[in-house]
Each structure stands twice: as structure tokens, then as C-alpha cells.
């Protein structure tokens, strides 16, 4: 493991030490490594909506996470500026969701990243874009 992946792991096992949202919902840290991040979870019965189907805003959610994960990978406070997603698929209860949030460009401030959100069968579930601003502030 690199010096890098070594210090995206101790940001993001911080940043999940009070993360009370992603403990909720059940985030599982699969990959962690510098300007990315792979995690999942499992639907719940209280995750689905009306239509018996994953509310939207839980994928988001999980999508969310990733991208906060790998955002923030390098140490540095760094918060969304601008996010979009889209729901290709509906969730399911009892489906297994995983979110690879990966680094398209970066300058100084800002990071863009795509996260996709994929089911236990390879289903694309949602697509998540999102900037980042990155400040000064160590998260470390």
C-alpha cells in the first residue's frame, strides 16, 4: 500500500468515526485509496418508498458518500459544491448497492468525479457527477 492509499484510509475511517448517516444506512468500506473509493450497502425495508421501490434519496445518499470518501482522500477538508444524479434502475429491497466514486479532473481547488452505483448484478442503478472544493484545512 502506498503512502498515499495509507493516508486515504486513516481520512476516511475518521471521517466514518462520525459519519452517523453512513453508519445507518449500513456502508461497508470496500476500497479506499488517494481520489478514490468503492462502498456498499444493503437495501432496507425502511429505505424503500411508496412505491416499494429504493428512495431516491438513499441511493443519493450512498453516492454521496462515496464521493465525500474519495473527495477527501488526500487529507484535505473538501466539500461538494455542485452534484447531479440520475436513476436508470429502481433499487429493490434486499439489493445490494455499490458505489465507485473515481476522479475524472482535478485543479488546485476544485475535483470532479463520477460515481456510479451498480447492483449485485451489475445494473446500473444511478449516476452520480460532483464537484468538490477543496480548502486549506487538514482533516488529519
Not at 492509499?5 to 476516511?12: E, G, N, R
Not at 462515496?66 to 466539500?79: E, L, P, R, W, Y
Not at 439489493?95 to 451489475?122: C, F, H, M, R
Request: glycine share 8%; hydrophobic share 40%; aromatic share 10%.
Amino acid at each position: 500500500m502506498t503512502t498515499q492509499d495509507q493516508l486515504a484510509k486513516k481520512a476516511v475511517d475518521k471521517m466514518m468515526e462520525l459519519d452517523y448517516f453512513s453508519q445507518w444506512m449500513g456502508v461497508e468500506v470496500i476500497e479506499i485509496k488517494q481520489y478514490y473509493s468503492k462502498i456498499k450497502m444493503q437495501l432496507r425495508h425502511e429505505m424503500m418508498n411508496g412505491f416499494g421501490i429504493a428512495h431516491g434519496g438513499v441511493t443519493f445518499a450512498l453516492a454521496d458518500s462515496a464521493f465525500a470518501f474519495a473527495c477527501n482522500s488526500d487529507g484535505k477538508i473538501t466539500v461538494a459544491l455542485d452534484v447531479s444524479i440520475s436513476f436508470p434502475k429502481a433499487g429493490k429491497e434486499g439489493d445490494v448497492l455499490t458505489a465507485e466514486a473515481k476522479q475524472i479532473s482535478k485543479t488546485n481547488k476544485t475535483g470532479l468525479y463520477l460515481i456510479e452505483v451498480k447492483n449485485q448484478n451489475d445494473e446500473l442503478v444511478a449516476l452520480f457527477k460532483g464537484t468538490c472544493y477543496r480548502t486549506e484545512k487538514n482533516l488529519l
